[in-house]
C-alpha cells in the first residue's frame, strides 16, 4: 500500500519537476524563469521525498526525508527572493514584453537610501 | 527563556536526524545545540514563542492547508503557461502594501507569495512588497493587493500579531 502511494507521488514529482526544466528553458527572462523554477521544482522535490518517505516508512531515512521537506520549503523562496533582488540590484531588465515596473520607478529617486 | 527553547528546538531537530537515543549522540547533540545557541541565540525571532497556543495552532493548521491548495495550484499555473506554445505571459513588478508588522509573519508571508500562483516577492520597503506577477490582470494597486497579500494576510495574522 505505502510503496504504491511512493510510486504515485514520485512519478508527480518528477512531471513537476520536468515542468519546472521546460520553464526553466521557454520563458524568457530570469524572473519569469525563476517563477517556474521555484514553484514547480520545490513541489517536484518535495513530493519525491515524500515517496522516498513511503518507501521506507518511520525509520532513520524516512525521518531525514521529512526534515528535507520542511529544508526545502524554507530556504527555497527565500533563496528565489535573493536571487531575484540581487539582479534587480545589478541592473537586469524585466523583459521587452513586461508591462509595468514599478521596483524601478521608486528606486531612481532612492538609490542611496534603499 | 527564550535562549532555553530555543535550544530544546535544536536538540529536538538533531534528534530526528540522527534519530538514535544511545548516549554518545545524546552528548554530542547537547554540545553542539549549546554551542549553536550560544552564537545564532540573539537572531531567534522572539514572536514565535506566541504561537504555542491552541487557538493559533488552529490557524496555523489551517494555513497549512490554505497554503498547500496554492502550492499546487500555482504548480498547474506554471505548467499551462510553460507547456502553452503561445506562452499566455504578460509579466511586471507591482507594489502592494501589507498589514503585518511581526517580522516572522512577514516572512511567511513573503514565503508564501513566491510559492503561490504566479507571484514572487523581490523586495521588501517598509509596509511595501515588490512582487514580480507573471501575469497582470489589473494596474488597480488595491486591487492587486486584494488578490495577491489577503489571501494569506488574515490567516497569518491570526497566527503570529
Redo the contacts between chains.
Keep these: 500500500m505505502s510503496e504504491a502511494a511512493g510510486w504515485v507521488f514520485i512519478i508527480i514529482g518528477i512531471t513537476?519537476d520536468l515542468?519546472?526544466c521546460?520553464?526553466l528553458v521557454?520563458?524568457?527572462?530570469i524572473?519569469?524563469r525563476?517563477?517556474?523554477a521555484?514553484?514547480?521544482v520545490?513541489?517536484g522535490t518535495c513530493m519525491i521525498l515524500l515517496s522516498v518517505f513511503f518507501f521506507v516508512g518511520l525509520?532513520?531515512v524516512g525521518?531525514?526525508a521529512l526534515?528535507c521537506i520542511w529544508f526545502v520549503?524554507?530556504t527555497?523562496?527565500?533563496s528565489?527572493?535573493a536571487i531575484?533582488?540581487a539582479a534587480?540590484r545589478s541592473g537586469i531588465r524585466?523583459?521587452v514584453?513586461?508591462?509595468?515596473?514599478?521596483?524601478?520607478d521608486?528606486k531612481e529617486g532612492t538609490e542611496d537610501t534603499? | 527563556m527564550k535562549r532555553f527553547l530555543y535550544f530544546l528546538i535544536l536538540l529536538v531537530i538533531w534528534l530526528l536526524l540522527t534519530w538514535s537515543l544511545h548516549w554518545q549522540d545524546l552528548v554530542v547533540g547537547v554540545v553542539i545545540a549549546l554551542i549553536a545557541q550560544l552564537l545564532l541565540g540573539d537572531i531567534f525571532p522572539v514572536g514565535v514563542v506566541r504561537v504555542f497556543n491552541p487557538v493559533r495552532f488552529f490557524w496555523l493548521f489551517t494555513y497549512t492547508w490554505v497554503f498547500f491548495f496554492y502550492v499546487i495550484k500555482a504548480n498547474f499555473d506554471v505548467a499551462y503557461r510553460v507547456l502553452n506554445l503561445y506562452m499566455p505571459i504578460k509579466p511586471g513588478i507591482v507594489k502592494v502594501r501589507t498589514k503585518l508588522q511581526t517580522d516572522m509573519a512577514r516572512t511567511f508571508l513573503a514565503n508564501s507569495i513566491t510559492l503561490t500562483p504566479g507571484t514572487l516577492s523581490v523586495d521588501m520597503v517598509g509596509d511595501h512588497l515588490y512582487i514580480h506577477w507573471i501575469n497582470i490582470v489589473s494596474e488597480d494597486p488595491e486591487k492587486e493587493t486584494e488578490i495577491i497579500v489577503r489571501r494569506f494576510e488574515k490567516l497569518l495574522e491570526r497566527i503570529f500579531e
Aim: with cysteine.
Design positions: 513537476f515542468v519546472g521546460i520553464g521557454r520563458l524568457p527572462d524572473y519569469n525563476l517563477q517556474a521555484t514553484k514547480c520545490t513541489l525509520n532513520s525521518v531525514k526534515l520549503l524554507i527555497s523562496p527565500t528565489a527572493h531575484a533582488r534587480h524585466l523583459w514584453g513586461s508591462v509595468m515596473d514599478k521596483y524601478a521608486d534603499a
